[in-house]
Structure formats: structure tokens, C-alpha cells
């Protein structure tokens, strides 16, 4: 399984940064190496970035360890999301560098279990957490918003999506990406993007409209008009440029027009 494979990986990379940075050995044996599992390493490394003076890491941790057993897809979906940082960043050249510095996958990572809790009842603790991760990482993302797996947040400051905004699997998010609403229109009224959508630093989607699958957003569109499939999009408001090239845009990261 992937889970199984990545968290070797990341094990042996910090036996091997131990060696290379002792200074930091305590750090990688408390963050990867005492810990069993990827799940455990996973739920460490949000609790102690979420931690606060009124919900302490050792509750946070609890309710992570509680997300990942009841509901084990989690996980998974945190390790394929782990892949797809590793895969689309040149700056990242270690498996385990997400895990350990990157608050954009922290901030989905955290996203994850928050909705899970929602999911289950519990949206008094999905809005605290959805607070604190919006405090800690600067990234605000509604508890009962649905995104898929693969997701990767690039630097991540400044992202926002909204209650019913839905986001499918291998979708990329530059710093200062909105999925935000048109006013004050109740019940459905986020975007939903489709799958493969490689989405522009400083770009706005508003409203209730689908960007179809495989599109490129440029930095800095304002959408408010749906996309069609394998379309790219540009300008205030955006208007098409054409077909987009990129098989899947968010896998390629081009964000030339």
C-alpha cells in the first residue's frame, strides 16, 4: 500500500538526515522515528502545530487519532496528498519534507480531520479547529466543504474555500487562491472544481459555477462564469485563452498562458 511505502521512505530519510544534522536528531526522533506509524507521525506533527492554551497538543492529538480510526481514508488520503507535493514541487526533494515544515499540507492535513468531525456531528470542534487552522497557517478552509485527494497547496498563504465549495482529486492551489461566494446567497453557493485544475496564484472563483476538469486558472483571473473541460482561463473577469495544452494542468504545474 502507499502508506506503507511512503512512510519507509520517510523513515529512512531522517536515519539518514540524523547523520547529516545532529542538531536536529532530537526533532526527527520525536516527529518520524518514535513514532510507529504514518498515522501516528501525521497526527504529531498537526496536534503540535494546532496546539493552543485552551485545546493543548495532547487533546488534538486525541481527536486526530480518533479521525484516523474512524475513518482509515483519511490516512490514505493524507499520503497521497504527501505524493503529490513530492511530485509537483522541484523544492521539495525529500518525502518527508511535507511532513515536517510544509503548512500548506499541514493545513489540508488538519482540513481533513476537522471535516470528519463535522461529518459526524460534531461542528462546535470542526469550527474550532477550522479556527485554529486558519490562525496557525493562514489558510481558512470551511469544515464542511468537500475536497478530494491529491491536493497540493502551494505555499498555501491566503488560501479560502468556502462551506459548499467541492474540489476534486489532483487539484494544485497557488498561495492566495479563493473559492468563495457572489454575497450574501444562502445553501449552495461555492464553486465546485473538477479533477486535475491547476488553479493560479491570486485567482478568484466565486459563486455556484463548475471549472470543469483538466483547466488551468491563470494568477490573478476572477472567475465567474463557468470553464469547460481542458480550458484555460485568464483575466479580470476571465475570459478563455483556448484549449490548455496540459494534459493535467495541476500534474504539470505550467502556469504559462
Known amino acids: 500500500m502507499i502508506i506503507e511505502e511512503i512512510w519507509q521512505i520517510i523513515r529512512d530519510e531522517a536515519r539518514s538526515m540524523v547523520a547529516k544534522e545532529p542538531m536536529l536528531g532530537s526533532y526527527f526522533l520525536q516527529a518520524i522515528l518514535n513514532q510507529k506509524r504514518f498515522q501516528d507521525a501525521l497526527g504529531f506533527q498537526i496536534a503540535n502545530r494546532l496546539d493552543s492554551p485552551v485545546m493543548p497538543a495532547v487533546v488534538i492529538r486525541e481527536i486526530c487519532d480518533e479521525a ?10 493524507g ?5 503529490a507535493v513530492r511530485e509537483r514541487d522541484p523544492a521539495v526533494v525529500y518525502y518527508s519534507t511535507p511532513l515536517l515544515y510544509l503548512k500548506g499540507y499541514h493545513a489540508i492535513q488538519g482540513y481533513r480531520v476537522a471535516h470528519w468531525l463535522w461529518e459526524n456531528g460534531r461542528s462546535e470542534m ?30 498555501a498563504t491566503g488560501i479560502v474555500i468556502g462551506e459548499t465549495a467541492v474540489v476534486g482529486d489532483n487539484v494544485s492551489f497557488l498561495h492566495n487562491v479563493t473559492l468563495g461566494g457572489t454575497g450574501h446567497d444562502l445553501g449552495d453557493r461555492h464553486p465546485k472544481v473538477g479533477s486535475g485544475v491547476l488553479l493560479g496564484a491570486g485567482s478568484s472563483i466565486l459563486g455556484n459555477i463548475t471549472i470543469g476538469d483538466c ?16 480550458s484555460t482561463v485568464v483575466g479580470v473577469p476571465a475570459r478563455e485563452a483556448g484549449r490548455c495544452a496540459d494534459r493535467i494542468p495541476a500534474m504539470e504545474m505550467d502556469q504559462r498562458i
Open 126 to 155: 470542526a469550527c474550532f479547529l477550522q479556527n485554529l487552522i486558519s490562525l496557525k497557517f493562514a489558510v481558512d478552509i470551511h469544515p464542511a466543504a468537500r475536497i478530494g485527494r491529491g491536493i497540493m497547496f502551494d505555499h
Open 215 to 230: 483547466s488551468k486558472i491563470g494568477a490573478g483571473s476572477v472567475v465567474v462564469k463557468p470553464v469547460p473541460p481542458h
Open 68 to 77: 484516523y480510526a474512524g475513518d482509515p481514508a483519511i490516512v490514505e488520503s
Open 79 to 83: 499520503a497521497i496528498d504527501l505524493k
